[in-house]
């Protein structure tokens, strides 16, 4: 049986230099925004897990709350997209058995390597060279899930 | 006044508190679906899997990459943010603002809380081929990798995207990160650096 994962949809767009240059410089906010607050750091997750810090949550829930007025905003088509169309997030499907395991999964590798996806390649731009072997495992238990994904259960 | 204008820009300039750092985030994930898109990391690796070629023998990568170089571009600039941050705008060599309790605990089990963002004890060159080094780096890189996939998201595209769009599946993978982080916090780390 095939799982819909996030679709990757062919919209047809082989996005432009122009386009490309827009995602770098959000890019560079993320990764400025992720060192000056010592999200990337080992140790601001290993204070999250033990609830020695307010941080990390404070940090995410920010985020989550701002988040919510914005997806809000996008609902009732104030807020639009570059072209002037109405932003369409597509729901996640609703199921829950790939969320639980996935996540758990993900949260035993988040913990151990104090790093989700996002802060192993900036870690790796500030030159922790630790996170290049990291990522090339993080790709391989991609592929792995990739070649699994039908024995599953989602 | 002056205490609180202190409080928001000349302090924050070496260290962003948590409020300005949450902010910008949500700003990230706005900017990135005003360009059309939608704020999620660990697609990447999905996206490095197929420009291996592998799509040839696993359907799952059977995607055009070329699609996905927004993301890859949007990795990039933030490889490049965390270079500049890290090298021109944090303190040089500051001890992180951790809690008490964390340095306390950090100190108990041998690891120096005051040497920057990473445990050298850990994953310097030299240390990296120690139980722990591999185990930390590979094990639980593996372990994000395949995690995010099987959950279609991590950070940011369930706990930060996805519950701010009020997605319960999302809820959903958030307790499950915490579940596995809690084992691995409470069990399997204390046992490796033990």
């Not at chain 1, 914005?70 to 996640?92: C, F, Q, T």
């Not at chain 2, 993301?71 to 890290?86: K, Q």
């Amino acid at each position: 049986m095939k799982v819909a994962d996030k679709p990757i949809e062919n919209k047809n767009k082989k996005p432009a230099l122009r386009q490309l240059i827009s995602f770098f410089v959000v890019g560079i906010a993320f990764g400025v925004i992720m060192v000056q607050a010592e999200v990337i750091s080992w140790f601001r997750i290993f204070e999250m897990f033990h609830f020695h810090a307010f941080h990390m949550y404070g940090v995410i829930g920010t985020a989550i709350v701002l988040g919510i007025f914005i997806h809000w905003l996008i609902r009732k088509g104030i807020i639009r997209n570059v072209r002037g169309e109405r932003i369409v997030v597509p729901p996640k499907a609703p199921t829950y058995k790939r969320y639980l395991f996935g996540g758990i999964f993900f949260g035993l590798g988040w913990a151990m390597t104090g790093a989700c996806p996002g802060p192993m390649f900036i870690g790796l731009g500030a030159g922790f060279l630790h996170f290049a072997l990291m990522i090339g495992a993080a790709v391989l238990g991609t592929m792995a899930y990739g070649f699994l994904r039908d024995k599953l259960p989602h | 006044m002056e205490q609180i204008w202190n409080q928001l820009f000349v302090e924050a300039q070496a260290y962003l508190p948590w409020y300005w750092a949450g902010a910008g985030i949500a700003l990230v994930m706005l900017a990135l679906l005003w360009l059309g898109e939608s704020f999620g990391v660990s697609s990447n690796f999905r996206t490095i899997c197929a420009m291996t070629g592998v799509g040839r023998r696993c359907d799952f990568f059977d995607i055009d990459w070329r699609h996905q170089s927004w993301n890859l571009s949007f990795l990039l600039g933030s490889m490049a943010g965390g270079f500049i941050a890290y090298h021109f705008m944090y303190p040089e060599g500051a001890a992180l603002n951790l809690s008490e309790a964390t340095r306390t605990l950090l100190a108990s089990m041998g690891i120096d809380p005051q040497q920057g963002f990473y445990p050298m004890e850990i994953f310097s060159l030299e240390n990296l081929g120690s139980p722990a080094g591999l185990v930390l780096t590979i094990v639980g890189g593996f372990l994000v990798g395949f995690g995010a996939r099987w959950a279609g998201g991590c950070t940011s595209g369930h706990a930060i995207s996805g519950l701010s769009n009020l997605q319960l599946p999302s809820l959903v993978a958030v307790i499950g990160f915490f579940i596995g982080g809690l084992i691995s916090t409470y069990l399997i780390i204390p046992f490796l650096l033990g």
